[in-house]
């Protein structure tokens, strides 16, 4: 990966779980131990939909997929838009697939500088 | 122990209305007021639950806007945001603020002034609830109804028109709702052959947009039989909450809200599952009846789908869910809909649900805030 793609960052916690996106603590209350860049994985797709409502500054439609990463025998799930005129199934492999703006900034009510709108997205393979 | 009763109740007509926030609310108070035979200046407390009328219309501080307009003060007051479990948490306020003898005489109104915006703005205020991982992406409340049906139709290999029959048996019990937002019929090809809105769900699996209110009075039981006969008791209550990242949760077809905020109320009224002889569910995605009415203890896990097919769960069934009409006909109004749910629940144990009535004693009311993020369950009896 090159060096100006930020990693999908998960957090690792003591009791060995994972979670995207990270948290101050774990599961089990405790506080990180490490991250691991998802980015790394490929994922199994757990559910998806095709929303045709959306709201300001939203693609339309908007496909969205549940996954499901192993990492090294530990589940990690996470949520995203599929990637433009792509179809997935339940069952179907994904890769994570950098995008530089995933809605756009301030169409919607959310503050523009509270949040990142980069991310990845999930192109099956 | 001196129970905490609700002794009056009262709601808007539901739907696209030209009032504003502060009159829907008025609006609500007054009749409640009138329900309950008492005067303004006898409330002690009043609680709003509104999600969000700084968001929809710019109109903050409605709890001393209320207070003003029913002439109320100086009564405390308090608004309750829990998104769309509002109006459930604000009857958990009124109930605490009377259980811990903070007030003798507690009033909630709950509403909500939606319509004036698009479709677009409005799912975009109520998904402003959502983990900015999840906002970035375009996530909304229905997208997560349809990402959650699939993997219950999937899992549980039930089918597509069983959720179908939820709207359709829901918009049949809204037929007789005056106050409902639609009361009209559908059929079940209509439902199934309507526009897809998160594919698998279509139009008529989610409910409307809407603009309403509705209220309660409560006060000790003690109190209460100094005003009127007709009166319930809240026997249980519980509040709980679930993940903020919704993908997170183990099961994405349990949610642990309703599971844990019922047990909490099963247990204070020492009654179980099979003691609810009428319930309100949180019906904003038809998905969400089936995942309740078994979280809940109705059915089994994955079960909840049979039941409706059976018709267990229709108005002269052995379990009638959403007597009302549910959200998916009466409509939902983000802060008033817990509110109008113990609204019917407290009509049908007193007797007085008109062409809606069942033979009840115990009434269970579930409303549910995010996609189960926050959940109330409320559990009634008739005196």
Partial sequence: MSDDIPPMEAYRYPDGSITYPGHPVGPDGEEPVGTVDLSDYTATVLTWTTSTATPPGVRAPNTLAIVEFDVDGEPVR???????????????EVEPVYCEELREPGAGIREPASQDWDGYQFKPL | MDRVAIIGASMTQFGKRDAW??????????????????????????????MA???????????????????????????????????GAGVYAAWQSVASGASDMTMLVGGEKMTHRTTAEATDVIASLTHPVEYKHGVTLPSFAGLTARLYLDTYDAPRESLGKVAVKNHKNGLDNPHAQFRKEVDLDTVLDSPIVADPLRLYDFCPITDGSAALVFCPESVAREYTDDYVVISGIGGATDTHVVHERADPTTMGGVVNSSEIAYEMADLEPEDIDVAELHDMFTILEFLQSEDLGFFEKGEGWKAVEEGVTDRDGELPINTSGGLKSKGHPLGASGVAQVYEIYKQLIGDAGERQVDADVGLACNVGGFGNCVITTIMESR
């Avoid at chain 2, 502060?22 to 035979?37: F, I, K, T, V, W």
């Fill in chain 1, 78 to 92: 996470a949520i995203g838009q599929v990637t433009d005129e792509d179809e997935v199934e339940i069952g179907d």
């Fill in chain 2, 21 to 50: 926030i502060r009159e829907l609310l008025a609006e609500a108070g007054q009749s409640a007021l009138a329900d309950a035979g008492i005067s303004p200046d006898e409330v002690e407390h009043l609680y709003v639950s509104n």
């Fill in chain 2, 53 to 87: 009328s700084g968001e929809f219309e710019g109109q903050t501080g409605v709890p001393n806007a209320l207070a003003h307009d029913l002439a109320a003060m100086p009564a405390y007051t308090a608004r309750i945001d829990q998104t769309s479990s509002s109006g």
